[in-house]
C-alpha cells in the first residue's frame, strides 16, 4: 500500500512537472526561476522532454513531404541523426557548469541539463503538426513552412538563453557574454577529445605495429 502510494505521488510529481514545460513557454523568467528555485521542474520531465525532441528530429527526416526533405535514404544513419542532438547538448551543459566558477553562476549540473531541455520544447511541439502540414501544402507554400520551422529553433534559443539567466542568476549582458564562453568551451572540449582519440588510436597503431613485427620476426 505504501509503495503503491509513493508511485502515485511520484507520477502526480511528474506530470506536475512535465505540465510546468508549458508554462516555461509563456512565461520563461518567471517560469525558470522556479523551475530549480522553487524546484518545480523534474530530470524526469527532462528527459521526456528530450525524447521527444529527438523522435520529433528522426520524424521529420522519415514522415516530412518530399517537396521538403529530400534525402538520399542509403546514406542515411539514424545514429548520427540522434547524436546531432545528445553530443552539442552534453557539451553545452558541461561547457556551461565548466564555467560556472568562473563566472560566479548558481546553478549546478543537473539543473542546467534539466533547464536546456525545457527550453527545448518548442522544437517537437512545432515540427510535429509540420510533418502533417507537409502533406497539404504545395510548393508555392514552402516558404511559411521554413519561416514556422525557423522560428521553432529561434525561440527555443531564446527560452535556453532566459533559461541561463534565470537559473545562475545573472543579467541579460551577462547572460550574452557567459553564452559566447560556453559555446567557446564547447569547441574546446571538441578539440580536447579529438586530440585525446588521436592519441589513443596512434598509440594502438604503434603497439599494433610492434606486434606485427614480432610475429614477423618469428
Known amino acids: 500500500m505504501l509503495v503503491s502510494l509513493k508511485n502515485n505521488e511520484k507520477l502526480k510529481r511528474y506530470g506536475k512537472s512535465l505540465k510546468f514545460a508549458f508554462y516555461c513557454l509563456t512565461h520563461p523568467l518567471d517560469g525558470f526561476w522556479d523551475l530549480t528555485h522553487e524546484k518545480r521542474g523534474s530530470i524526469a520531465a527532462a528527459n521526456t522532454i528530450l525524447i521527444f525532441t529527438i523522435l520529433a528530429r528522426i520524424c521529420q527526416l522519415y514522415m516530412t513531404s518530399f517537396i521538403f526533405n529530400k534525402v538520399y535514404w542509403p546514406e542515411i544513419n539514424i545514429f548520427l541523426y540522434i547524436a546531432s542532438i545528445l553530443f552539442p547538448l552534453a557539451l553545452w551543459c558541461v561547457g556551461n557548469w565548466a564555467l560556472t566558477t568562473l563566472f560566479d553562476g548558481k546553478a549546478r549540473l543537473p539543473q542546467i541539463y ?75 572540449i571538441v578539440f580536447i577529445l579529438l586530440l585525446f582519440f588521436s592519441m589513443i588510436s596512434q598509440g594502438i597503431a604503434y603497439f599494433v605495429s610492434i606486434v606485427r613485427e614480432i610475429l614477423f620476426r618469428m
Open 114 to 188: 534539466m533547464a536546456t531541455c525545457y527550453a527545448m520544447l518548442p522544437y517537437p511541439l512545432v515540427q510535429f503538426p509540420l510533418i502533417i502540414f507537409s502533406h497539404m501544402v504545395t510548393v508555392d507554400e514552402a516558404e511559411f513552412y521554413s519561416v514556422v520551422s525557423t522560428i521553432s529553433l529561434v525561440y527555443a534559443a531564446l527560452l535556453i538563453l532566459s533559461a541561463m539567466m534565470q537559473i545562475h542568476e545573472y543579467t541579460l549582458k551577462k547572460t550574452l557574454l557567459f553564452t559566447v564562453f560556453s559555446i567557446f568551451a564547447m569547441l574546446v
